[in-house]
């Protein structure tokens, strides 16, 4: 009898089945970080986010710049596609949330290519703002083996994103700890009374979060010089702003890439919470 009624409460009709709706002021522009790995399943890296915030009544957008180049050239692709955006479906500002490269190609665009107007905020989520040890570390290897491996990457950056020549090593160069703290963070100050928030990341070693076994080792060097971090980006590097809070998920997880079942709704709660964050607060 007990089993019978557990099964009928299951079945009950929820007057409101569906997600809640999540209406912000401004629609969302999300800008994805370096490379195309997430672009080789979906049509961009972070339009499953795009999708899930879409399902809450969002009004989101979630465009593809060239994966591999430095910061100067995929800014200016992201002011061209805002203001292509903006005009197209008249609207007067967006609010970016931008992952990973993405935070940093917008704080030049911010601070130097007059956008502000057109931006409502930016939220960026495991964004290297004092760069990463990862970046070093690509740079130390070989450079017979780095300059074959870039050949081979730019070579694919221009397939599949002909419209801008890629720079996989220029990129990289960029997102070094010594090039990030003593030249972009000097001469890319943030706007004054312009809203900046932040999310960062921690699994893997020091903390109680699984990893995919194939960037452990990443996770690990980046520990031993920076503290924990989602394998590419530390906790400490990714905080600039409002510092929102640290998220369990890796940084493939966090654009849905090799999510396990474990995983799908800590990915679910905090891109619904990047959207009730910005509602709440008025953007």
């Not at 569906?18 to 999300?30: A, G, M």
């Not at 809203?195 to 080792?217: D, E, I, M, R």
């Amino acid at each position: 009898m007990a089993e019978t009624r557990a099964l009928l409460k299951r079945l009950q009709l929820k007057e409101f089945p569906q997600c809640d709706i999540i209406q912000t002021k401004y629609p969302v522009f999300l800008c994805h970080g370096f490379g195309a790995i997430g672009s080789l399943v979906k049509p961009s890296p972070l339009h499953d986010p795009c999708m899930l915030m879409r399902e809450h009544g969002t009004v989101a957008v979630a465009p593809n710049v060239v994966p591999y180049a430095p910061i100067e050239i995929r800014a200016k692709n992201w002011v061209r596609l805002i203001n292509t955006f903006c005009d197209t479906y008249r609207f007067e500002k967006v609010n970016v949330v931008a992952h990973s490269m993405g935070g940093l190609d917008m704080r030049h665009a911010l601070s130097h290519l007059g956008i502000a107007n057109k931006v409502a905020s930016l939220t960026t989520v495991a964004t290297p703002h004092h760069g990463t040890f990862l970046a070093d570390l690509i740079l130390k290897t070989p450079e017979i083996i780095t300059e074959k491996l870039s050949d081979i990457v730019d070579w694919f950056g221009d397939s599949v994103y002909p419209r801008e020549k890629s720079e996989v090593l220029s990129s990289v160069e960029q997102l070094c700890r010594g090039y990030i703290q003593n030249e972009f963070n000097i001469n890319t100050p943030n706007l004054e009374g312009f809203p900046y928030f932040s999310y960062s990341a921690a699994v893997g070693k020091g903390t109680a979060y699984s990893l995919n076994p194939v960037f452990l080792f990443q996770n690990v060097q980046i520990y031993g010089q920076e503290g924990v971090n989602d394998s590419f980006v530390s906790v400490e590097s990714a905080k600039w702003g409002e510092h929102l809070g640290t998220i369990p998920l890796s940084h493939m997880n966090q654009i849905n890439v090799q999510v396990s079942k474990e995983n799908k709704p800590r990915y679910y709660e905090f891109w619904t919470g990047v959207i009730k964050g910005l509602k709440n607060g008025g953007f």
